[in-house]
């Protein structure tokens, strides 16, 4: 039994609590630390199998405990793709062995990816995925849903087998047109033209119309424009069973930071504008906004110094997410309360999961700098390194496990 003594809730009370493990063990957090839920993040790449040089189970699970992140969803471009079930299980087993290697149990989901080949194999896996993963403009992989046909076809097996359809909603074909037109300019702020808002809308507006017919649950993935915020509010009041994500890289980055950190903020939906951002936040206070999910997204500086066009999309943030939040709270941007609801009560409500017993204790007073040489991701950069950020996790317990976090190295030790 772990007992967490003295710890002050998001109230403001003193209390004690019991949480179930093999060892005795006790924390005191001497009126100091606030204790929350720990996080669910339900947008990861932990690029395994193929691209573990960017990342892998053992340094993206320690990254996810440094952040207070004790359930990870992990997408399913991978090389080779997870669109099987051969593929699927032999994923499993290789996550498995690599978190027993560190052992931390990391609490995991894998989504599905569906291309117009292998629909056929979503029926036989459905029981172990978190839902059905559609990418309908190119990213990372070459996981890609360009055919109508189906697209319509994921929605109506995603209604079928009572499966989340989560979409990457940008438009391959305003994409492939933009590329044309914007051919052999080096600037990275090009991309967030290449990859214009009018690919997110057209997208996202396709995947509310397939969610209406189909009576399917739509989860549109890190919302970037206001247009999209629009038409998924009119979603909800019209009854679509429709869900949307923002992401870290929407809310925290915008396109004036470009000129600052160049590829290494881009990204896919790309960076949008101030009015875009003030669009997301309004969304959260309105509850259109179900869940943050850092979108987590690792790549080496190698690769982002390449050249505009040869560099790939992709920030990691799995492990900043929280702090940030918490920061986002001290500027009376959001409070603890929906802090908790979009990073763990609506996702495990949405996406039915079993209630866990996982929490975090966090300094709110804490205030330190994030730099890149403490960071667990094995890419090892962050593009808020520099941001002074008031918020910490301390301790994440885990399956009845307690991770001693020092927030200014985010190194870690069992207790």
Same mark, same amino acid.
């Not at 957090?29 to 690029?47: C, E, M, W």
């Not at 172990?128 to 697209?151: C, P, Q, R, W, Y």
């Not at 509310?208 to 649950?217: I, P, T």
């Not at 009119?234 to 992401?247: F, H």
């Given at each position: ?50 691209? +573990?040089?960017?990342? +892998? ?41 690599? &978190? ?18 292998? &629909? ?7 029981? @172990? ?78 995947? %509310? @119309?397939? #969610? ?17 915020? +629009? ?13 949307? @994500? ?6 925290? %980055?915008?396109?004036?930071?470009? #000129? ?18 003030? #669009? ?82 966090? +300094? ?41 976090? @020092? ?5 870690? #030790?069992? %207790?």
């Amino acid at each position: 039994m772990i007992t967490i003594k003295n710890f002050r809730s998001v109230q403001g009370t003193i209390e004690t609590i019991t949480i179930p493990s093999a060892k005795q063990q006790t924390i005191d957090a001497q009126g100091k630390l606030t204790l929350i839920p720990a996080l669910i993040d339900p947008h990861v790449h932990f690029r395994v199998p193929g691209a +573990d040089h960017k990342e +892998d189970w053992k340094t993206g699970a320690r990254a996810a405990i440094a952040g207070g992140v004790t359930t990870v969803f992990d997408m399913p471009n991978n090389t080779p793709p997870c669109f099987n079930k051969e593929n699927l299980l032999a994923k499993k087993r290789l996550i498995d062995q690599q &978190l027993a290697e560190v052992k931390i149990p990391l609490r995991y989901h894998l989504y599905f990816g569906a291309d117009k080949n292998n &629909l056929n194999e979503i029926g036989k896996v459905k029981n @172990e995925i978190i839902g059905i993963k559609v990418f309908m403009g190119s990213s990372t992989g070459n996981l890609l849903m360009d055919d109508d046909a189906a697209l319509e076809r994921a929605f109506q097996l995603g209604a079928q087998e009572n499966l989340i359809v989560a979409v990457h909603a940008e438009d391959e074909v305003i994409i492939q047109k933009n590329k044309q037109k914007f051919a052999g300019q080096l600037d990275p702020a090009i991309h967030s033209k290449i990859r214009d808002r009018k690919a997110a809308i057209k997208a996202t507006k396709k995947a %509310l @119309e397939l #969610a209406e017919k189909y009576s399917a649950q739509v989860f549109i993935l890190h919302v970037s424009t206001k247009e999209e915020i +629009d038409l998924i509010r009119d979603a909800k009041r019209n009854a679509i069973l429709a869900y949307c @994500e923002v992401s870290p890289n929407h809310l925290f %980055l915008n396109e004036k930071d470009y #000129a600052k950190w160049g590829n290494r903020v881009q990204v896919n939906p790309p960076l949008r504008t101030e009015k875009d951002q003030e #669009a997301l936040w309004e969304a959260i206070h309105d509850r259109t906004v179900d869940m943050i999910g850092s979108d987590h997204a690792p790549h080496t500086i190698a690769e982002k110094n390449k050249h505009y066009g040869e560099s790939p999309s992709g920030i990691p943030g799995v492990e900043t997410t929280l702090p940030l939040l918490l920061n986002a709270y001290h500027e009376k941007k959001i409070t603890i309360e929906r802090i908790i609801e979009l990073t763990r009560e609506n996702i495990e409500t949405i996406f039915r999961l079993d209630p866990i017993s996982d929490v975090v204790l966090v +300094d709110l007073e804490s205030v330190k700098t994030i730099e890149d040489k403490f960071l667990q991701t094995k890419c090892g950069w962050s593009p808020y390194a520099g941001r002074k950020l008031k918020g910490w996790p301390v301790y994440t317990i885990l399956q009845g496990e307690i991770f001693n976090i @020092e927030p200014h190295t985010h190194a870690y #030790a069992t %207790l």
